[in-house]
């Protein structure tokens, strides 16, 4: 089939000839053409997106996309909450159950969050949109990563601890400090708020006195390491101080002298010194405290107060 021919009459020849369009001329109106193609899809688009506030399929499926990763990231937030909700619980026996058992420290809250304060760390996330809840996820995952660590370490140490509990039972001080079971002792004065015997206020009393005969021995509670051996004029006279590990000390004071040193080992039943009358006392007595985790607990709570003379004995026998 032929192309079709244009034809145009020229009125010199008085005749229909071959009309032939110059190639620059087809080509500049094509060209025209596309231009307008291209202009009417520009206003079509702009009509659709901005003047009826309609979307492009493409930027439709972008934006779902972009809503369900947000779900997803809500819900692992949701997660993150209810993990840092039970990594809380253990943290509280942690610091009030496991640790005090062996003596140890509580881990206080700013070191197990610790690096999460005042420098801004996701401000790289600021210029995404979703920021904020792109930030929280992360703040999220860092402190839970954190906490985990801690207390992962914290689980480490009373695991080694508990592994030595039969050297933690022989540190305890779970033995008289004297033999109270002899006619000769005494108990003179309770732990807790007292009349003091030399000014007549209520005042503190940090430990339980026992009263006896000077030149009475005095033996350690339980094993551990002597820290202290000194004398005080106004309070305690001649005394020592043991550090028994796990939170415990204890304090001998009013001796008459001491048969220790500072830096000496000893073991639970192992004589001390023998009483006295030094120091602000009003007669021979012993004033006995333990201290638990730096503060003064009733001694009276660590031995039994119903001993007879042979247990007592026997539990002074260093065992092998």
């Keep these: 089939m032929s192309k079709q021919r244009r034809y145009k009459f020229n009125p010199d020849t008085l005749a229909y000839e071959i009309h032939k369009i110059p190639i620059k001329a087809r080509f500049s109106k094509g060209f025209i053409l596309f231009l307008l193609s291209i202009a009417t899809s520009v206003g079509y688009y702009y009509l659709y997106t901005q003047y009826f506030s309609m979307e492009t399929p493409k ?40 640790r005090p058992i062996f003596g140890m420290e509580e881990i206080p809250q700013d070191v197990r969050n610790a690096g999460f304060g005042g420098v801004d760390r996701y401000s790289h996330l600021e210029n995404f949109e979703r920021s904020g809840i792109l930030s ?40 008289p400090p004297v033999n109270i079971a002899s006619s000769k002792i005494r108990y003179s004065s309770s732990f807790g708020y007292r009349r003091d015997p030399f000014h007549g206020d209520f005042r503190m009393h940090t430990g339980i006195d026992l009263s006896g005969p000077v030149g009475e021995p005095i033996f350690a509670t339980g094993n551990g390491k002597v820290i202290e051996v000194g004398y005080d ?61 730096n503060k003064p607990v009733n001694p009276q709570n660590y031995y039994n107060r119903d001993i007879n003379q ?3 004995f026997n539990l002074l026998t260093p065992k092998s």
């Design 310 to 312: 042979e247990e007592f």
């Design 59 to 98: 930027l439709l499926s972008i934006k779902r996309s972009n809503d369900e990763l947000a779900n997803r990231l809500e819900l692992i937030n949701r997660r993150f909450e209810s993990a840092n909700r039970t990594l809380v619980t253990l943290q509280m026996r942690d610091n009030y159950v496991y």
């Design 233 to 293: 004029f106004f309070g305690y006279g001649n005394f020592v101080l043991i550090d028994h590990g796990y939170g415990y000390k204890t304090r001998y004071a009013h001796l008459k002298n001491a048969s220790v040193t500072i830096g000496r080992v000893v073991r639970r039943g192992e004589e001390l010194g023998i009483m006295g009358n030094t120091g602000r006392s009003k007669g021979p007595h012993l004033h006995y405290e333990v201290i638990y985790r």
């Design 136 to 175: 929280k996820t992360a703040f999220n995952l860092d402190l839970l990563y954190k906490k985990a660590y801690v207390q992962s370490r914290s689980f480490d140490d009373v695991s080694l601890l508990a592994k030595n509990a039969d050297e933690m039972t022989l540190c305890i001080p779970a033995i």
